[in-house]
Structure formats: C-alpha cells, structure tokens
Nanobody
Framework: QVQLVESGGGLVQAGGSLRLSCAAS????????MGWFRQAPGKEREFVGA????????YYVDSVKGRFTISRDNAKNTVYLQMNSLKPEDTAVYYC?????????????????WGQGTQVTVSS
C-alpha cells in the first residue's frame, strides 16, 4: 500500500512559478514510476510528466516541455513538479500517482495509487 499527499498548489499570475510536492509513504519500490497528472473542469485527466524512481529518467507531455521539471528526493520519498512560465491553460487540479513500471507511462489506467490532488490556478 502506498499513500500520496500533494502540496504546493495555489493561485499565481501568468508567467509565475509554483513547485508542487508529492510525499509518498508505504512500500515504495525502486522500479516505480511517479507520475503527475492534471484535470481541468469538464476535461479528462491529462498526463503531465513522470519520473523513474530508480533511474531518475523523466517523461513530459509536449505542452509542458521546457517549462516544467520533475525531480525526486529518494531520502524523503518525495517527488517535485517545478512549474515555470505558467499559463492560464495550466489551471487544473494536479495529482501525483504511482505506476508499477514504465509501461504505458502516460496512461492514467497504469497508475495504481493516487493522491488527493492540489489546485493550481493561473490568472491572466
């Protein structure tokens, strides 16, 4: 069993930055993939990016490449999502999630555990 708790959301102006954190507890295995998703009102949950817990390899959706950075601190069992140059279209509830392996990283159905989400609102 894995528990995930996100934090760091808030209201920011366009062009600003936020850093989200995802603290994991429970049985975290090195093969795990830690992913970030977001969901805006009336839209489907969208893959943002992910990091391989063991190798630190990262994956990003094209719309955030160059603006968002995912990192992890193994000692703290925490994954971070640094979001720079934020745009109003980045407004959503952001979730972190855990998948057992890298297969199908962008697909929400591959992820077994989810956090409760944190709201990010970017004003224009």
């Amino acid at each position: 069993q894995v528990q995930l708790v996100e934090s760091g959301g808030g209201l920011v102006q366009a062009g600003g930055s936020l850093r989200l954190s995802c603290a994991a507890s429970g049985r975290i295995f090195s093969r795990y993939i830690m992913g970030w998703f977001r969901q805006a009102p009336g839209k489907e949950r969208e893959f943002v990016g992910a990091v391989n817990w063991r190798t630190a390899n990262t994956y990003y959706v094209d719309s955030v490449k160059g603006r968002f950075t995912i990192s992890r601190d193994n000692a703290k069992n925490t994954v971070y999502l640094q979001m720079n140059s934020l745009k109003p279209e980045d407004t959503a509830v952001y979730y972190c999630a855990v998948a057992p392996n890298p297969a199908g990283v962008p697909r929400p159905s591959r992820y077994e555990y989810w956090g409760q989400g944190t709201q990010v609102t970017v004003s224009s």
